[in-house]
């Protein structure tokens, strides 16, 4: 088993709403290791990357800071992938 | 943000009608529109932009709920509503299992932080297996708003 974690900055101009939310869960769904996202800040909160209905209480905005935490044993190929949807804006903009 | 600043009352469907999802987003954007939180002329188009909003993927989110949402340049200010199905629709949801609660939200197209922030207040509430079974069984408008006005005043 391992850990990996990566910090990204949500940049799509609508946020982390429900199209992308859904986007990241099935990404995270194609991996073993369980996957955190969370946020920092006033309203702190963790997520379950899994889920829909916790990604979207994460109510991200645009300029949020995340953390993505996978554990198990392809973590490391996870948090690449997962990030990268955030790094092209879920294919919005 | 709490849920009855957004939900508009006299909107809330205590026992929808239709029997499929396009017949049941109609019957709810034209209850916004009949207690004036939606142009009338805009329904159409609304209902449109929810069913293509539902093609592109569910927003029947599992459990029994489902969520339909667009942000719409006829939306002047974010309106929601809430209808209940006794008998259940089919939403294609990701459980493949029946809705029987609809929580209709409609938004204006430049403001995706009050969007979020009211996804944010919907979703903490719907997360709540008691919410959503006091959701589920409440049979009146009055039932169904004093369940949300109980769930904004929990901190």
Do not use: C, W
């Not at chain 2, 995706?112 to 919907?122: F, G």
């Amino acid at each position: 088993m391992s850990t990996a974690s990566r910090d990204i900055i949500v940049s799509n101009s609508l946020g982390l709403h429900a199209r992308p939310a859904m986007q990241f869960v099935d990404l995270a769904n194609q991996f073993r290791s369980q996957v955190t996202v969370s946020k920092g800040g006033e309203e702190p909160y963790s997520a379950d990357g899994k889920s829909v209905m916790q990604m979207i209480i994460l109510a991200a905005t645009q300029g949020t800071p995340l953390r993505i935490l996978a554990d198990g044993d392809d973590a490391d190929v996870a948090v690449e992938k997962l990030a990268r949807l955030f790094e092209e804006k879920f294919g919005e903009d | 943000m709490k849920l009855m600043d957004f939900i508009v009352a006299e909107a809330i469907v205590p026992e929808v009608a239709a029997t499929d999802r396009d017949g049941a987003l109609r019957e709810l954007a034209s209850a916004l529109a009949k207690a004036e939180a939606l142009p009338a002329s805009a329904v159409d188009e609304i209902v449109a932009a929810l069913v293509k909003r539902e093609q592109n993927g569910s927003t029947g989110f599992g459990k029994g709920i489902a969520v339909p949402h667009v942000k719409h340049p006829m939306v002047k200010r974010m309106a929601g509503t809430i209808g209940r199905s006794v008998a259940g629709l089919d939403f294609a949801a990701l459980d493949h299992q029946p809705v029987f609660t609809v929580f209709l939200l409609l938004s204006p197209e430049n403001q995706p932080q009050q969007h979020l922030q009211a996804m944010n207040i919907v979703f903490s509430n719907l997360q709540k297996d008691m919410f959503r079974r006091f959701l589920r069984q409440s049979a009146t408008r009055a039932a169904i708003v004093d369940l949300l006005q109980e769930a904004d005043q929990r901190p």
